[in-house]
């Protein structure tokens, strides 16, 4: 019913930065909280940020780094990543919360791979 779509991972040196993009799509009446959530080898997904009703959220390791961000016009959710560290090394996974036919489910896009090198 809902599809998310992540873009934009890749390789970058520690202190760059990137910016993650992920477009809900489907049959849906509305989008309540979305946020970004990462994995990295061995270790359980976290989250690392949300937005909901314009106001945003971080784990203590990205504060004033990450920025999350949403156009809503284009449930579009966003996650600019600056001074890049080693250690958010790890797949980076869109989550929604979806108000569809028969309630309220969450959804999670295909994941992105951000690695970042000494």
């Known amino acids: 019913q809902v599809q998310l779509v992540e873009s934009g991972g890749g390789l970058v040196q520690a202190g760059g930065s990137l910016r993650l993009s992920c477009a809900a799509s489907?049959?849906?009446?509305?989008?309540?909280?979305m946020a970004w959530y990462r994995q990295a080898p061995g270790k359980q997904r976290e989250l690392v940020a949300f937005?909901?009703?314009?106001?945003?959220n971080y784990a203590d390791s990205v504060k004033g780094r990450f920025t999350i961000s949403r156009a809503n016009a284009k449930n579009t959710v966003y996650l600019q990543m600056n001074s890049l560290k080693p250690e958010d090394t790890a797949v980076y996974y869109c989550n929604a919360d979806a108000l569809v036919v028969g309630g309220t489910r969450d959804y999670w896009g295909q994941g992105t791979q951000v690695t970042v090198s000494s």
């Open positions: 489907g049959t849906f009446f509305s989008i309540n909280t």
């Open positions: 937005i909901r009703g314009g106001r945003t």
